[in-house]
């Protein structure tokens, strides 16, 4: 009982009417007073079946009464029939012999009394009582008879018609109980019937909605759980991809290439002299060149090419396959430039950063993820030693593009 209350108490606090509730708040709720329904509907069918049981209980005990007593009733009547026949025989013949032989009966022979101990019904009681009073009437004129005392009176013929004619009245009294008692019971089973058949169409429409709402609650949760997935590949100061992104997508363009034997190109950006933007202009300043620089990488590249940003001032860039050398070459040319345009600061002011760029080559400079990233940062610091704002190729450490001059010494 307390858990069904705490069960209501909690079902029933109002939410934080300022707060939205989410789907899987709704279903939570759904859910609580589905199952208070239910328990409801249990409790109310389990009393109804009770009551429903002790009812039929009652009328199963009086209709086995009524039929017991109409039973009676006929052993009786048949009784009176004998003895009224047997009395006519002797009126016409005049032989005891022949009223003895028809008066005789299996013990034990059906009585007035029996009736008055089944009669339930006060009515009854005094119909049977005015029976039982008849009988005991009767007795002595047919012993009389039987005796061998006057053959025509008085002969007890006019009291056996007037008792049969009240067993006849009894015997209605109780045919029409029995029909009463099945008119009851077929009312009880169409009730029942009702009962069960609005129970099951509460259960299934319950059922529907609840199916309904799980749906809705699946794929909320799949989505959720997309969301979260590809929110933890992703930075969320720039929205790129991070150090677990860049290893998933990059494993996934090298698959790639693997099949179609491709090359593929991998560069390593480190901006050149990014400190000084946050010094001087401040942190927040710093993360929005930061955005900018991703968004100038993703205006420079291809949809399908990867940008991500493993951390600090540090980016790595994937081109799908195939690139060979000199595209991968034009690639990065083209993002020194992006990088080197004037990039604009929260209040107005203007930056110049430039970039130090390693490339490295699949299948020629590594043949996994791990390997090319290794040479691309080597290249990428060798473009850092000889000066900044270059790129340098891995294996090659001895070429590099500055941006004005064609290829120059590292
Ligand atoms: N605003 C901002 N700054 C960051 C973030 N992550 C790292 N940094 C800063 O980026 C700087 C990176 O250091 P360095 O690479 O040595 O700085 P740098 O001036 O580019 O040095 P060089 O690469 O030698 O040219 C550090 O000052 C970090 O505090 C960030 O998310 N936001």
């Excluded at 009702?194 to 129970?199: I, N």
């Excluded at 600090?312 to 690639?331: I, S």
Aim: aromatic content about 4%; overall charge positive.
């Amino acid at each position: 009982m307390d858990a069904l209350l705490r069960l209501f108490r909690t079902t029933s606090s109002r939410p934080d009417a300022s707060v939205r509730p989410g789907v899987f708040h709704r279903f939570e709720r759904l859910q609580r007073l589905g199952l208070i329904g239910f328990i409801a509907l249990f409790l109310v069918l389990a009393l109804m079946a009770l009551m429903q049981n002790g009812r039929s209980g009652q009328v199963m005990q009086a209709h086995e009464q009524a039929q017991a007593l109409v039973g009676e009733i006929n052993q009786l009547r048949g009784r009176l029939l004998d003895i009224e026949d047997a009395l006519r025989i002797y009126q016409t013949t005049d032989n005891p012999a022949l009223l003895r032989l028809r008066m005789r009966c299996e013990p034990p022979c059906p009585r007035a009394a029996a009736l008055q101990a089944l009669g339930v019904e006060p009515a009854q009681r005094v119909l049977f009582a005015r029976i039982a009073e008849w009988e005991s009437t009767l007795g002595p004129l047919l012993q009389q008879a039987l005796d061998g005392g006057p053959a025509t009176a008085p002969l007890p013929l006019p009291a056996i018609a007037h008792m049969r004619r009240l067993l006849l009245e009894a015997e209605e009294v109780e045919l029409s109980r029995l029909r009463w008692h099945d008119e009851i019971r077929r009312t009880q089973n169409t009730y029942l019937q009702l009962v069960l058949g609005a129970t099951l169409l509460l259960a299934l429409v319950g059922g529907l909605l609840l199916q309904q709402r799980t749906r809705a609650l699946v794929q909320a949760g799949l989505r959720a759980e997309k969301a979260l997935e590809e929110a933890s590949l992703r930075d969320p100061l720039t929205g790129a991809y991070n150090r677990r992104g860049l290893d998933q997508h990059l494993e996934r363009l090298l698959r790639d290439a693997r099949r179609q034997q491709q090359p593929l190109a991998v560069l390593a950006l480190d901006l050149d002299g990014f400190k000084a933007i946050n010094d001087n202009h401040g942190h927040a300043a710093g993360d929005t060149v930061l955005r900018e620089i991703v968004a100038r990488l993703h205006g420079t590249l291809r949809a399908e090419d990867l940008v991500t940003r493993p951390g600090g001032d540090e980016f790595v860039v994937a081109l799908q396959a195939p690139v060979d050398e000199a595209q991968a070459w034009a690639t990065a040319q083209r993002l020194l430039q992006a990088v080197s345009r004037p990039l604009p600061l929260p209040g107005g002011a203007t930056a110049r950063l430039s970039a130090s760029i390693g490339l490295a080559q699949f299948p020629r400079d590594g043949g996994c993820a791990q390997a090319l990233l290794a040479a691309a940062d080597t290249a990428s610091y060798a473009a850092k030693r000889g000066g900044k704002n270059r790129i340098c190729v891995a294996g090659e450490s001895s070429v590099a593009f500055v941006p004005g001059a064609l290829r120059r010494v590292c």
